[in-house]
């Protein structure tokens, strides 16, 4: 099970740290993604980092987003500074067994429940 948590309400600019735990099994042996969801958009992918902790980012938050682990914690987080407003959207967490970052949804065997960003201008 994954529990996505760390999303709220923050002005353009302000930053965010997203945690993604996770119960029933070691994630650090999977590769976690961080996807998101605009109202009227489909499912994107943020950011992502293998079992080898080998990160991957979308071209939109290359230099304002970082992915991270603590194993000892068994959690993935996302740090997100300088938010924009069109950064609004549920953010999901994923889990892969594959040993690499792949963007496409449909390849994540677990699932997040989602946190709410909301990015005033």
């Known amino acids: 099970q994954l529990q996505a948590s760390g999303g709220g309400l923050v002005q353009a600019g302000d930053s965010l740290r997203l945690s993604c735990a996770a119960s029933?099994?070691?994630?650090?042996?999977?590769?976690t993604g961080w996807f998101r969801q605009a109202p009227g958009r489909g499912r994107e992918f943020v950011a992502g980092?293998?079992?080898?902790?080998?990160?991957h980012y979308a071209d939109f938050v290359k230099g304002r987003f970082i992915i991270s682990r603590d194993n000892a914690k068994n959690t993935v987080y996302l740090q997100m500074n300088s938010l924009k407003p069109e950064d609004t959207a549920v953010y999901y967490c994923?889990?892969?067994?594959?040993?690499?970052?792949?963007?496409?949804?449909?390849?994540?065997?677990?699932w997040g429940q989602g946190t709410l960003v909301t990015v005033s201008s």
């Open positions: 980092i293998s079992w080898r902790s080998s990160s």
């Open positions: 029933g099994f070691t994630l650090s042996s999977y590769t």
């Open positions: 994923a889990a892969d067994q594959s040993g690499v970052v792949r963007e496409r949804s449909t390849v994540y065997d677990y």
